[in-house]
């Protein structure tokens, strides 16, 4: 019977070295993993923005009756209004932690630059992006 090889298989081996073989340093700690949860956080944002989406109007004049018809009359809807709104508090929070980790630990040093000028402008586009999400219900943030 022949024995399966895990190196000798393409997804296998992936899958292997990254969840299992996956390198780490020894250094590591909680504050290691903000990364990860700013990743799960995005998740989060992107799942409830397009449920939001579905019954968001994109007019002046209309934005915030959606934004209360997405309160009172969708089944849930504020609790996804909610989750979105906390959830882009949290994704920020988890953002910050995980920049003022990479300070602490030099990640920004020689040979990652390159990785923290893309960490960066990702935060730039981040900022921006909160900013359009905050001017869309047209003052109705509560």
């Known amino acids: 019977m022949k024995r399966l ?4 298989q393409p997804l296998l081996s992936v899958v292997n070295d990254h969840l299992i073989d996956y390198p780490t340093p020894s250094n590591i700690n909680y504050f ?3 990364g990860s949860l ?3 956080c995005l998740v989060v944002q992107i799942a409830t923005g397009v449920f939001l989406a579905m019954h968001y109007t994109a007019h002046i004049d209309l934005a915030f009756h959606s934004v209360e018809h997405i309160m009172r009359d969708v089944e849930g ?9 906390n959830g882009a508090s949290m994704f920020f929070v988890a953002v910050y932690l995980h920049m003022f980790r990479s300070l602490y630990y030099g ?3 020689s040979p990652r630059e390159l990785t923290w000028c893309v960490g960066v402008v ?6 921006i992006t909160a900013f ?11």
Do not use: E
Not at 5 to 8: A, H
Not at 122 to 127: A, T
């Open 122 to 127: 990702i935060l730039l586009l981040m900022i």
């Open 5 to 8: 090889s895990i190196r000798k």
């Open 77 to 85: 809807g504020w609790f996804l209004r909610y989750m979105h709104a």
């Open 38 to 40: 700013a990743g799960l």
């Open 32 to 34: 290691w993993g903000f």
């Open 132 to 142: 359009i999400g905050y001017v869309l219900p047209w003052g109705k943030l509560y």
């Open 107 to 109: 990640s920004y040093a």
